[in-house]
């Protein structure tokens, strides 16, 4: 696997997480509950845990809500869970902060919108009361600038000085430039207010992927703070995890970024879980973090008459989600083996060589038998009604014996 090497910045210890360019490149998602519905708001917090959430963010848009924070965390640790809870802050942060001096204490990190901390003086005062309580209660906190929300006297002053150049940029560029401004000026006021250089995290959300991708360029080359990527508003389904896929891939790829979210709009049915479950493939797939065994499988074609190879693909992987956590406990690295499930000779055993283990079901016109690889060579092959259960079965046992000694 290439290595990639990851942009230097500072180390920042987020409730017992450590996230930065000596760690590994941390998960994290936000509830959409009322948080003042303490039950709602547990419960999720526990389904976006138990995904693989190593943070998870909360709306804190109220006293309501700011006293139900020091519930909520309490719920949390009497249930055995740990994770680190941020606050997420916007309007009225200085007041909700020093309203609730527990669920302040309680909160791991702030995360602080310097568009929507107030305007004229007040912005700046605002601003820095936040920040004191963060120094005060000795937390990191998130300067997230966001272009929906970006501070608009600052890109007023900024369009006005570009009207005046003689080769004016466009409205792009400006909003690039004053989204960039507005983090590097609200990371110099709270480091000159005292908070230190390792308790912060930036981010720069755009909802376009090349804006995105241009704006944390900048910023990683111009700064070396600790970086929270992410796409806002990407929209739901296969369009959200599309878009902020490459977004994050791009910036991944290029060492920029040390915490991760894709955000997606929700849809009927479909668990808040699932903006997890995205980000740890996509980690998995680039090879930044492994989770649990990744399964090579056949898109299909004219080649292949029987669908067994797709149910069987299905049953694979519904078993490795079954057995994970329990794989994981007793056979570590586990999460690094490679399975193929294929549908024909053509790409069959060359793929299932490949992996670890592996195997070929036959095609058109090819002998209803279906050779198993391990280890790069044939170990046996299956035939008859009862594939499944002996492949399975055969991915059991050498799960076991190569990882008995470990």
């Not at 990191?140 to 501070?151: F, H, Q, T, Y």
Request: hydrophobic share 40%; proline share 4%.
């Amino acid at each position: 696997m290439h290595e990639i090497k990851r942009r230097k910045c500072e180390t920042v210890n987020i409730g017992g997480v450590k996230m930065g360019s000596e760690h590994a490149i941390i998960i994290q998602s936000m509830t959409n509950t009322p948080t003042a519905n303490v039950e709602a708001t547990v419960k999720q917090i526990k389904e976006l845990a138990d995904a693989g959430s190593e943070l998870v963010r909360i709306t804190v848009n109220d006293m309501t809500a700011m006293n139900a924070v020091p519930l909520i965390i309490k719920q949390l640790r009497t249930d055995g869970y740990n994770t680190p809870i941020i606050g997420d802050f916007h309007y009225n942060g200085h007041i909700l902060l020093a309203g609730n001096s527990e669920g302040a204490q309680l909160l791991a990190k702030y995360r602080i919108n310097p568009g929507n901390v107030g305007k004229g003086d007040k912005h700046d005062s605002n601003f820095a009361t936040m920040i004191q309580a963060a120094i005060d209660n000795d937390k990191p906190v998130r300067i997230g600038v966001n272009w929906g929300s970006l501070d608009q006297e600052l890109f007023d002053e900024l369009m006005e000085e570009n009207a005046k150049l003689a080769e004016p940029k466009d409205f792009r560029d400006v909003i690039i430039d004053a989204m960039v401004m507005s983090a590097k000026t609200s990371t110099e006021a709270a480091i000159k207010q005292g908070l230190a250089k390792n308790k912060i995290v930036v981010s720069v959300k755009m909802s376009e992927v090349q804006d995105m991708i241009e704006v944390y360029q900048r910023l990683a080359k111009e700064t070396d703070y600790t970086l929270h990527l992410g796409l806002t508003e990407a929209g739901g389904g296969v369009k959200g995890i599309a878009a902020s896929s490459a977004a994050l891939a791009i910036l991944l790829q290029q060492g920029i970024g040390d915490t991760i979210r894709i955000s997606l709009t929700p849809e009927p049915g479909i668990a808040r879980s699932r903006e997890v479950e995205n980000c740890k493939h996509l980690l998995q797939s680039m090879g930044f973090r492994f989770f649990r065994p990744s399964v090579t499988s056949c898109p299909g074609c004219g080649r292949t008459d029987s669908d067994y190879f797709i149910h069987l693909a299905k049953d694979v992987n519904e078993h490795i989600e079954a057995k994970i956590n329990e794989w994981k406990g007793i056979y570590p690295g586990v999460e690094k083996l490679q399975v193929a499930v294929m549908g024909c000779v053509v790409n069959g055993p060359g793929e299932s060589k490949y992996a670890d283990i592996g195997i070929s079901l036959p095609g058109i016109r090819e002998t209803p038998t279906a050779p198993v690889y391990i280890d790069g060579k044939q170990h046996c092959t299956l035939k008859g009604d009862k594939i499944t259960e002996e492949f399975i079965d055969l991915f059991e046992n050498y799960i076991k014996n190569r990882f008995a000694s470990t």
